[in-house]
Every structure is written in C-alpha cells, then in structure tokens.
C-alpha cells in the first residue's frame, strides 16, 4: 500500500470485484477509462479477467484500488500492463468511478503514487498512456505528473456512432527522478 495526502493505492481483492463491475457498466465511467461506453460486462466475466491476478499468476498486469484515506473507501482504481520486461515499458491507467471527485485532484494524485510504484519500485524506464484526446481533464492531470504528449492516432477509438482520436502521452523514469528533486 501507498499512501499520499488523501489518496491510498492498494491491490485489488475479491471483495472489490461488485465496486468494480458497477463501475464497469457506468457509461460515463466507461467512456473514459476504456474508450468504449458501449462495453457492459458481467460480474462473472469480471471475475474470471482478475482471477490469475488473485493467485498470483498474472505476469502481465497489476491492478490497484485507489480508496480516499479520509472515508477509507474506494474510488477508482488504477493498472499498470507489463508485457515484456526487455522493453522497459510499462504502460499505466486511471480511472475514478465515484464521479463527484472527478476534477477535484484525486486521479492526479493516485497517478503520481502509481509513478512512484512504476519508477521507484518496480524500476520500470519508460511509463506510457493512452487517452481520449478529447479528454482535457485528464490530459491536463497527466501533463501534472511529468508525462509529455507524444502524438495523437487519428479515429482509432469507435463509439457513440462515432471515431475518436487518441493521444499517447509517454514519461520517463529520468523525468521522474528531475520531478521529484525539484
């Protein structure tokens, strides 16, 4: 567990599993997180995608809660994909499903702690993101915590009846370590 001023990032447990499929099947949620809005899942399938994360099989992916220290209880969660440790990337994602704290500090504050685990403990050289270009709230909270745009990939994401473009935004572990002595 990490914790900062009013944020905490743990691992994920079972008992989270019924928070996370309502956020999963939020369409506000969804859109966000996953570019999709129109992908609703079971708790069972949701079950079975975390299940080798509970027994310490995945190798691929962590994924941790972010719970608000004040009231102890989660509000989003947040996942770091490794899928070949010889190209020192790891690529990260946030989301908050509680949509009153949107905009209020929290996602920026749970991504700096999930840098700290990237760069700092798990040594990882290079983190990378994908976000919906129309999503300046998160853009702007990810230009916070020390991550550049890199470039935009045109109509990728498909939903709403319509193409989206997204923004891959990179940082890397010797702009952390400027970051953090400044």
Known sequence: MIEGERVRIRKIEKSDLPLLHRWANDRDVVAWARFSPDHMTSLA?????????????????????????????????????????????????I?????????????????????EIVFDHQGWHHAELWTLAENERAIKSFEKCGFRRVGVEHEVAYYGGGYHDVVLMEQLKSDWDSRKVS
């Open 95 to 115: 989301a908050l499903g509680e949509k009153d704290l949107w905009g209020k500090g929290y996602g920026t504050e749970a991504m700096e702690l999930l840098m």
């Open 45 to 93: 399938a949701l079950e079975k995608s975390y299940e080798k994360e509970f027994t310490g099989e995945e190798t691929e992916r962590t994924t941790f809660m972010v719970d608000e220290k004040a009231s102890g209880r989660p509000i989003g969660w947040c996942v770091v994909r490794t899928w070949d440790r010889k190209h020192v990337s790891a690529n990260v994602g």
